[in-house]
């Protein structure tokens, strides 16, 4: 029995050294291509406008573009009344993060309520100095470490990766990108502006995010129900403190349905069994599934990870649409020209098990017809990736997506 216990035991070791290896290496590579390639001011990739449709009484605008979302973000901050409430998972102190906090601040001295809520695990090298706020603007951290993770309480671990802007309640914005200058011009990335009645569900998952939340001295906020209840239209929140993980649920159902085609956006793909299985599923009925991801993303170890599923994905029928030129971080997907997603959710265990998230769900055509638009927009930049290709990829390749299995299930 001890012998065998050992043999594990070895086994064990041998593959967490590898695995460590590989990493190393693939890390060191990859630092050496980004410095090779460099750095450009703006990355030239296929954009449209901000385009709108109506929902019910509200006006959706998707926006592809991150100089044109921010200078949208910046002028409802600038332009509020009453009440700002900002979520941001990254928010850098470069250019860009020194303009939302500088009209931030302007607004609460002018007498507008505003809550800020960020991540602290995602900004530990953010200076000190930005993250201080006057006392006019109630800021929220979200913790990230507490003791109780190594009593593995999912309750009471999860990032806060949510991506939420609404002011006076008219007003919201949430999808995929963080608050940084190369966002702005040198990611594509996708965020759903809402302007009416369906700003409702963005601001209460603000709301609830902060009353479940706050600590003791902090503000309570109030929790208005809604008038509405558009059924087309709703805001899921994963929230580990819940147990709640609605976004996961939301795409196997959506997955399930599909008869003609699934259009998939995403920037770190490492879908668990299930998700994989619906997608092999519908591509085995015929439907015709779609993925972009970046060929090339800011983090190697997703890539590396995400390519363990390719094989199987390209066996199935899945078509893998490699995005170049640009890092595409966006979260969406649109199935049958009926149903949509928009959201901060990725598609891998952290976002759909694991942290706070929101995801948009559209069940409108013509919002469908906005999204479908996208996808054919961003396949223009895109190049298929063969079966054929990937079956001729260097044995080392093959090694290394192998020793990484294990990691699946951390990212
Ligand atoms: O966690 P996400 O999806 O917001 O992406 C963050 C970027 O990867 C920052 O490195």
């Known amino acids: 029995m001890s ?48 385009i709108s449709e109506k929902l019910g009484d509200s006006t959706l605008t998707l926006y592809t573009y991150g100089r044109d979302l921010f200078d949208a973000m910046l002028a409802e901050i600038r332009g509020a009344k009453h009440e700002v409430h900002l979520e941001s998972y990254i928010w850098k102190d470069d250019a860009l993060g020194e303009q939302f906090k500088r009209e931030i601040i302007a607004a609460a001295e002018r007498g507008v309520k505003v809550h800020v809520i960020y991540d602290v695990f995602a900004n530990l090298v953010v200076k000190r100095s930005f993250k201080r706020f006057p006392p006019s603007v109630h800021v929220m951290r979200h913790p990230w470490f507490t003791p109780w993770i190594f009593v593995l ?33 040198k990611w ?33 906020l109030v929790d208005t129900g809604d008038i509405e ?30 008869s003609l085609r699934v259009s998939i956006t995403q920037a770190y793909f490492i879908p668990d069994r299930d998700v994989l299985a619906a997608l092999l599923r519908a591509a085995g009925r015929g439907v015709d599934v779609r993925v972009i991801v970046p060929e090339i993303s800011n983090h190697v170890l997703c890539d590396w990870l995400s390519r363990g599923f390719y094989s199987q994905l390209l066996r199935g029928g899945v078509k893998i649409l490699l995005f170049q030129g640009a890092m595409v971080h966006a979260k969406t997907a649109t199935i049958d020209g009926r149903w949509s997603t928009i959201g901060t959710a990725n598609i891998d265990r952290l976002s759909l098990t694991g942290n706070y998230e929101v995801n948009a769900e559209v069940v409108d055509e013509s919002v469908a017809a906005m999204m479908d638009r996208v996808f054919e927009n961003d396949c223009t930049a895109t190049r298929e990736l063969t079966l054929e290709e990937w ?11 192998a020793v990484l299995v294990p990691l699946r299930p951390l990212l």
């Open 391 to 401: 079956s001729s990829r260097r044995h080392r390749a093959r090694f290394s997506e």
């Open 229 to 258: 209840w558009e059924p087309r239209f709703r805001a899921h929140r994963n929230a580990p403190i819940h147990l709640s993980f609605p976004i996961r649920n939301m795409y196997l159902d959506a997955i399930d349905r599909a």
């Open 188 to 220: 594509r990335d996708t965020h759903l502006r809402v302007e009416g009645p369906l700003t409702w569900e963005l601001n209460n998952a603000f709301v609830d995010f902060w009353n479940a939340h706050r600590k003791g001295s902090q503000p309570d």
């Open 153 to 185: 309480r999912i309750r009471k671990t999860g990032r806060d990766h949510r991506k939420i802007l609404v002011v006076d309640r008219k007003v919201g914005f949430v999808g995929g990108y963080n608050i940084g200058s190369d966002y702005a011009t």
């Open 3 to 50: 012998t065998i216990l050992n043999i594990a035991l070895w086994f064990v070791a041998i593959w967490f050294v590898l695995i460590v290896l590989v990493t190393a290496v693939l890390m060191i590579v990859d630092t050496r291509r980004k410095r090779r390639v460099g750095d450009a001011d703006e990355v030239v990739f296929p954009r449209l406008p901000p």
